[in-house]
């Protein structure tokens, strides 16, 4: 009886073994495990049963680019993205919920591929192609009712809008828009293109390399991060909008035009980043950037009529000047150091700025414009100086003996510590990165040490390997020495 038994137990528990308990999940659930695998993988699945074939052509996100982490993976070329949509169920039709594929293709492909996205009621639509020749815009994309998020980008020679007349009216439901790669030569009708008539519900626009752009005007009243790069012949830009936050500019107004003109009216912004644009550029915001809360400005330093670049870039920062953090590129520092000083231009004072980043090569003659920047920050916590190490730098290695205060650079910031007394009153932590115990850096670091009163940490991190340890050794037992005599802040070095 106790055998039988036994067997009775161990069938049982075979044949529980033998119940496929994951195919009775909903699909809703099978639909999310699939998609955290590869879609080369989710296919293989398709072939376990006619359960697992329906679960595999009914999924809401397809990615073709997942394809490529694989070491070695079959390619998908357009023909089979276009034959696996097509054998999608007529009621699966309005699930897709996002495609993304990059390949190599034709124009008639790509457009009979996103017409066949679009029947299918596509909401984010994600392409990066590669042609022979330029391309029209898919028409079908200006149609869709149900289209979300679209990113386009092409390799060269890049594609073409269609006519006016048939891409205005278009886009009603868009959200997203990205183009990379957009001819735009003798198109003036994009002056007006991106406003609220065509574009209604935007928040977020990109544009990428639009050659032949030389007007632009941005006014969609959703709209709340816009990024436009490598718009080289540009020489008008408008944007406004109320709930725009973020806003980002970077390698424009290459033409160097004396007209070149910026109109900015948004008085929500929080970030604006402005980034390898020509200085010549005249920038006007419209309204107090109250909201600001982070700037980085980095400028493309022309040698002609320093003096007018720098007034344009003094009328930039003031303009900025509510910004919590700002960041400084190389070439801005520089346009701020050259030699007919700050003396009649005065940098505007930053009363909520908490931390500042400059990027600087430190050479002896932007002394006075770090000092200027200094005095202008009267309640900043954190200091972060990236140093660009170079072949043109002033670089002059730190020889003075122990508690020698003779060196010239050292009696300059000496004589700045009246000036920059609520600077040095609420600065807690320095950090300098590219740090080569040379004498300008030395001096600064020094002063800071000895006249820092909240001065909290000072982290300084080199990017070469000194060859001499034991004058690295002793630097480093100077600088603690100031640190225990003055401001009795830690010394980090990395």
């Not at 009603?172 to 183009?179: F, I, W, Y």
């Not at 030569?185 to 935007?202: A, C, K, M």
């Not at 700025?353 to 400059?358: A, G, S, T």
């Not at 300008?440 to 940490?457: D, P, V, Y």
């Amino acid at each position: 009886m106790e055998i039988r038994s036994v067997k009775r137990k161990k069938k049982k528990r075979e044949e529980i073994i033998k119940v496929d308990r994951i195919s009775h999940l909903p699909d809703s659930l099978l639909h999310q495990i699939l998609l955290l695998l590869p879609l080369q993988c989710a296919a293989i699945t398709s072939s376990l049963s006619k359960r697992w074939r329906s679960l595999f052509l009914s999924l809401p996100d397809l990615d073709f680019t997942s394809i490529n982490e694989n070491p070695k993976p079959p390619s998908f070329s357009s023909n089979s993205i276009y034959q696996l949509l097509s054998l999608r169920h007529h009621r699966d039709a309005n699930n897709l919920r996002s495609l993304r594929f990059r390949t190599p293709i034709t124009f008639t492909s790509l457009n009979s591929l996103i017409r066949l996205a679009v029947t299918h009621q596509v909401q984010d639509l994600d392409v990066e192609v590669t042609t022979k020749d330029y391309f029209n815009f898919p028409r079908w994309i200006v149609t869709s009712q149900k289209l979300r998020a679209l990113k386009l980008k092409s390799a060269y020679p890049g594609f073409r809008l269609p006519p006016s007349s048939s891409i205005f009216g278009g886009f009603q439901k868009l959200t997203s828009l990205s183009l990379s790669l957009v001819i735009l030569y003798n198109q003036p009708y994009l002056s007006d293109f991106f406003t609220d008539p065509n574009f209604p519900l935007l928040e977020k626009l990109a544009l990428e390399n639009c050659f032949g752009l030389k007007e632009l005007r941005v006014c969609c009243r959703l709209l709340q991060e816009f990024s436009l790069k490598n718009s080289l012949q540009l020489d008008s830009l408008e944007v406004s909008g109320n709930n725009l936050h973020r806003l980002k500019v970077v390698s424009c107004f290459h033409s160097y035009s004396e007209e070149s003109v910026v109109k900015i009216n948004t008085p929500n912004l929080k970030t604006f980043l402005w980034n390898s644009n020509a200085v010549t550029t005249t920038v006007y915001f419209l309204d107090k950037l109250i909201c600001l809360r982070k700037a980085f400005v980095g400028v493309l330093l022309l040698h002609q009529d320093i003096n007018s670049q720098k007034q344009r870039l003094l009328t930039l920062l003031s303009e900025l000047s509510h910004s919590y953090k700002l960041q400084l590129g190389n070439q801005s520092v520089e346009i701020l150091s050259s030699k007919k000083g700050l003396v009649k231009n005065h940098l505007p004072p930053f009363h909520n700025m908490r931390f500042l980043e400059l990027q600087t090569r430190f050479d002896r003659h932007n002394v006075q414009a770090l000092s200027c920047l200094f005095k202008s920050c009267p309640m900043l916590n954190i200091l972060l100086l990236k140093i660009i190490n170079d072949q043109t730098s002033e670089r002059r290695q730190w020889n003075n003996d122990l508690w020698d205060m003779s060196n010239s650079e050292i009696q300059y910031w000496e004589s700045q510590t009246y000036e920059v007394e609520s600077f040095l009153k609420n600065l807690e932590f320095v950090e300098i990165h590219g740090f080569l115990e040379c004498e300008n850096e030395m001096s600064l670091a020094i002063f800071l040490l000895r006249h820092g009163k909240a001065l909290i940490k000072m982290t300084l991190r080199s990017s070469f390997l000194c060859r001499d340890n034991l004058r690295r050794q002793m630097i480093r037992s100077q600088l603690m020495g100031f640190s225990k005599a003055s401001s009795k802040a830690k010394i980090s070095f990395h």
